[in-house]
C-alpha cells in the first residue's frame, strides 16, 4: 500500500461469540477505507461461530485462524505474528464500529504524524444491542503514562496504533487473563504518543460472561500491572508521578471495597495511598466517606 492509503490490519479474537460476531465483521466490511486486512483468530469456539463466519471467508482480506482455546491475548498475538499492516486496531467479536472509523483515523495520522496511538470514546450498549450510556471516563493525549498510572483511559476497540509500536515493544503479555490491554497501552505510554478524539469510534456490549465484569479481580490485576510497570519503566515518569499515581489508584480501590461493604479492607487500601502521598487531601476524604459508609 501506499503512504497515501497504508493497509490497517483489524485483529478480532472470539470464542463462543456466534450470536454477535456477524456484526462486528459486517461492520469491518461496511468502513468507507478499503485498505485493511482482517484477521480473526477463533480460540476454541465450541458453538456454531464457524459457521456464521463461513460465508465471509471469500473476501480475500478476511483470514481466519484457529487454535485450542487459550484465551484472547494468545490469539491476539497469533494475529500480531501474522499481521502485514501499517496500522493495527482491535475489534472483539461482541462489539462493532461505525463506517467512518477506519477513514477518519488515517486521516488524523496524517494530520498529525507524531501520533503513534489513537483513540476515542465508546457507545455502551447491553446484551440486546440497546444503547445504556454515551458517558465515557477522562481521556488525555500526549505522553498520557501519568493518567494511565491512574486508570486505564484508554478504549480498546477504538484505537489504531502503528505497527512500529509493537515491533519495538511487543504484544499482549498473556500474564494474566484479566486487563491485558491495560498492560499494553500503560508500556505503549512509556514511550509513545496518545491521541485521543472526543469521536464515538465503537460501540461496547456490555456481557455477563466478560472477564472484565469482577471489578475486585480488575483491581488486584491493575495493581500488579503498575507496580510492573513502575519496576520495568522507572524513567517514564518522575518518582512523584508514580507516587502520585499510585496514590490516586489505592484511593480507587479503597472507595471501592468500602463501598461493596468491605470496609477494613478498604482503609487498608487508604494506608497505602497515605504512604504513596501522605499530603493529598483526596486520601484523607477517602478515609472519611469509608469510615462514615
Not at 124 to 153: F, H
Not at 191 to 213: G, L, T
Request: aromatic share 12%.
Amino acid at each position: 500500500m501506499s503512504a497515501d492509503n497504508p493497509l490497517i490490519s483489524i485483529i478480532t479474537p472470539t470464542y463462543n461469540r456466534a450470536d454477535f460476531i456477524a456484526e462486528a465483521v459486517e461492520s469491518v466490511l461496511a468502513q468507507t477505507y478499503p485498505h485493511f486486512e482482517f484477521l480473526i483468530v477463533d480460540d476454541g469456539s465450541t458453538d456454531h461461530t464457524d459457521k456464521v463466519l463461513e460465508p465471509y471467508l471469500n473476501d480475500e482480506r478476511i483470514r481466519l485462524f484457529r487454535q485450542e482455546n487459550q484465551g484472547q491475548s494468545v490469539a491476539r498475538n497469533v494475529a500480531l505474528d501474522e499481521a502485514q499492516g501499517e496500522f493495527i486496531c482491535f475489534l472483539d467479536s461482541d462489539n462493532f464500529w461505525p463506517a467512518e472509523k477506519l477513514e477518519q483515523q488515517v486521516r488524523i495520522f496524517k494530520q498529525h504524524p507524531t501520533t503513534d496511538v489513537l483513540y476515542g470514546d465508546n457507545v455502551i450498549i447491553n446484551e440486546a444491542g440497546e444503547e445504556l450510556s454515551r458517558n465515557n471516563m477522562a481521556r488525555y493525549s500526549g505522553r498520557i503514562a501519568p493518567q494511565m498510572v491512574k486508570d486505564n483511559c484508554v478504549a480498546m476497540n477504538t484505537t489504531m496504533a502503528r505497527r512500529q509500536c509493537f515491533d519495538e515493544l511487543g504484544g499482549m503479555s498473556g500474564k494474566r487473563r484479566v486487563a491485558d490491554d491495560y498492560d499494553l497501552w500503560l508500556r505503549f505510554s512509556a514511550k509513545y504518543e496518545f491521541r485521543y478524539e472526543p469521536e464515538y469510534w465503537a460501540w461496547y456490549r456490555v456481557m455477563e460472561d466478560q472477564i472484565s465484569s469482577d471489578k475486585t479481580r480488575r483491581f488486584q490485576v491493575n495493581e500488579q500491572i503498575i507496580h510492573d510497570f513502575r519496576r520495568d519503566f522507572p524513567d517514564a515518569m518522575s518518582p512523584r508521578e508514580f507516587n502520585e499515581g499510585f496514590a490516586h489508584f489505592y484511593i480507587r480501590k479503597g472507595r471501592y471495597l468500602g463501598s461493596a461493604g468491605q470496609k477494613r479492607e478498604g482503609v487498608r487500601e487508604l494506608l497505602k495511598a497515605v504512604k504513596y502521598s501522605p499530603a493529598e487531601l483526596n486520601v484523607w476524604r477517602a478515609f472519611a466517606a469509608v469510615l462514615l459508609k
